[in-house]
């Protein structure tokens, strides 16, 4: 196999597995509610049970599905039951994950909380705009397609070579670009204020180091994929780890200042 067709040789899985999850990502988007709640709940499960796999390989199966079952309990108490109890909801998991035996426990800890903190927050996002978290989905997914192209065809030097070998600058650029794009095109076409292109490219670096990190913990815990679950993209975690950050980063901002968002913000 030559070096060009090696290096695309993942692409046609990629594109099914996407294909599939943006399907099913309308659907729950559009119905909104309680089944796009749901949807996030086990995504989220399914997130901190690799989390807690890859960070104690060698531990009973059992113990990552009792944390992912936690994860999913404590979201949906999260969302759904009175709003001051969220917070000390969405630390269950990375209380469980602290208080047993696994690698790098601070830091699998730490990523739990940014895994729930993200789904509460897609969740309070899509019950107050569908514009707003539409605008989010598309910064991340333009910002990983355009990173995705623009680094093996352009190439060049690393970005952070010592934690993530294949990102380069010429890709993580090209994100921020794609972002940039994708700010314009909700202010042209859905009316968003202008703040919103400059807000795009903070998201899509949020995103980008969201990748960046959970590649990081994969390459202390000696693993190429968090799971195999998604064909052709490894597990939710290498999927949506940017998202993670992204929607952690867009809540946080709209905790300390009102944010441009289509449709109304946080």
């Known amino acids: 196999m030559s070096a060009d067709a ?3 040789a993942d692409l046609r899985q990629r594109v099914i597995s996407a294909a599939v999850m943006i399907a099913v990502a309308a659907v729950e988007i ?10 996030v709940l086990l995504v989220s499960g399914a997130m901190i049970w690799e989390l807690a796999r890859i960070t104690r390989p060698k531990a009973a199966s059992v113990s990552a599905l009792i944390l992912a079952a936690l994860a999913v309990a404590a979201l949906a108490g999260a969302v759904w039951l009175p709003s001051d109890l969220a917070p000390a ?4 998991p990375a209380l469980g994950l602290a208080l047993t035996p696994r690698r790098d426990r601070r830091i699998a800890s730490a990523y739990a909380v940014a895994v729930m903190v993200a789904g509460y927050g897609l969740v309070a996002l899509r019950d107050t705009s569908a514009a707003a978290l539409l605008w ?3 910064v991340v997914v333009a910002s990983d ?9 352009i190439g060049g030097p690393k ?9 380069t600058w010429s890709g993580t650029a090209a994100g921020w670009l794609g972002a940039v794009l994708v700010g314009v095109g909700f202010v042209l076409w859905a009316g968003a ?6 807000l795009s490219p903070v998201a899509a670096f949020a995103g980008q180091m969201g990748d960046i990190a959970e590649s990081w913990i994969k390459r202390r815990a000696g693993v190429k994929d968090s799971s195999n679950l998604i064909p052709g993209h490894g597990g939710f975690l290498d999927r949506f780890d940017a998202l993670i950050l992204a929607a952690v980063a ?7 200042l009102p944010l441009p968002l289509p449709g109304g913000g946080l």
Not at 193 to 198: E, K, R, T, Y
Not at 250 to 256: K, R
């Open 6 to 8: 090696g290096r695309w």
């Open 30 to 39: 559009w119905l909104g509610g309680p089944a796009f709640a749901l949807m």
């Open 89 to 92: 909801l969405l630390l269950v």
């Open 136 to 138: 989010l989905i598309c």
């Open 145 to 153: 397609v355009l990173g995705y192209f623009a680094g093996r065809i």
């Open 159 to 167: 970005f952070w070579p010592a934690v993530s070998p294949k990102k």
């Open 193 to 198: 204020p202008w703040g919103l292109v400059a």
């Open 250 to 256: 867009v809540m946080a901002l709209g905790l300390v």
